[in-house]
Nanobody
């Protein structure tokens, strides 16, 4: 198994920024994919940003140009830099890792609230 621990969520005003972190309990170098999803109240969980097959990135349409995913293999950590935040970005943000040997692993989530 892999433990994923998210941090960095909180309350921010519209137009502000936050950086989320997801620390894995083992090396992420060999993970097939790793990234971020989010779920707002009453809505389905949706893709935010992910790495797949190494360094290839994929972003959800609603965050392109505002959010940036990055990684530090030495720290077993993936980051999500969120800029120009909007109220509709309010959600619980989840870290997900995909390992070919064991499938999908999820973190516990971190709340992001964008409000004035």
């Amino acid at each position: 198994q892999v433990q994923l621990v998210e941090s960095g969520g909180g309350l921010v005003q519209p137009g502000g920024s936050l950086r989320l972190s997801c620390a894995a309990s083992r090396s992420i170098y060999t993970f097939y994919a790793m990234g971020w999803y989010r779920q707002a109240p009453g809505k389905q969980r949706e893709l935010v940003a992910t790495f797949t097959s190494g360094s290839r990135t994929n972003y959800g349409d609603s965050v392109k140009g505002r959010f940036t995913i990055s990684r530090d293999n030495a720290k077993n950590t993936v980051y999500l830099q969120m800029n120009s935040l909007k109220p509709e970005d309010t959600a619980v943000y989840y870290c997900k890792a995909v390992l070919l040997s064991i499938g999908d692993c999820w973190g516990q989530g971190t709340q992001v609230t964008v409000s004035s």
